[in-house]
């Protein structure tokens, strides 16, 4: 439990801090992922051979990882689009839309095409990549690990209590979305929805589905 803040990331618009402190994150933001124990570490992919690698680095702390600046940057995605870098070529749904504390996103490797996070990979499912997941159907068949979901707490460690949806508004209002709880375990809420028992209800689909 000492090492909960490896697992725990600070969402920045430069990798010095943020200048739009008090906003919400919104899809279509690129942003730095600061690992919350080590400032000097910031996450970076579409590196090594391939472009598949995925590490956590200072990417202050020389020229050239200064330079390797979009592989440091992250855009976030409420689907996974075409894997280009503009919003014209691979539009999103939720593009400008505030995301939500349990909302299901995607990170792309900003200044790469084709190239997403994705993680719960090999041995153990331990590992994290930065992947096309267009490049075969096994790829496309693992879908659900290139999502990721925007928590303020570690959770339940399931991915039932999570909502595939984006705010109506920049004011984060909230449609109604319905999912079930296979696991049989409550689910505690903190935002948005206010329910502790389990309920019965159809899983909540991609983002464009459930709003």
Avoid at 155 to 163: F, H
Avoid at 179 to 208: C, F, H, M
Wanted: hydrophobic share 25%.
């Amino acid at each position: 439990l000492n090492e909960s803040g490896s697992y725990q990331w600070i969402v920045q618009s430069t990798p010095r801090g943020s200048s739009n402190i008090g906003e919400c994150l919104k899809y279509g933001d690129k942003i730095f992922l600061n690992v919350n124990r080590r400032r000097d570490q910031w996450l970076t992919g579409g590196r090594g051979g391939g472009n598949e690698g995925v590490a956590s680095r200072n990417h202050l702390g020389t020229e050239y990882e200064k330079n390797a600046v979009e592989a440091y940057q992250w855009t976030v995605r409420s689907n996974v689009g075409s894997g280009k870098q503009t919003n014209e070529e691979s539009p999103d749904p939720g593009y400008g839309e505030c995301v939500q504390v349990l909302s299901v996103i995607y990170l792309q490797v900003n200044g790469r095409d084709n190239r997403w996070l994705t993680g719960g990979r090999g041995e153990g499912n331990e590992e994290a990549a930065s992947r096309d997941m267009f490049k075969s159907r096994y790829e496309e068949s693992r879908e659900p690990d290139y999502r990721w979901i925007i928590r303020k707490s570690k959770g339940l460690g399931t991915r039932n209590d999570a909502l595939y949806c984006a705010a109506v508004s920049a004011k984060g209002y909230w449609n109604s979305v319905q999912y079930a709880n296979t696991s049989g375990v409550n689910v505690q809420y903190n935002e948005g929805v206010e329910r502790t028992s389990e309920i019965n209800i159809d899983l909540a689909k991609p983002w464009n589905n459930s709003t």
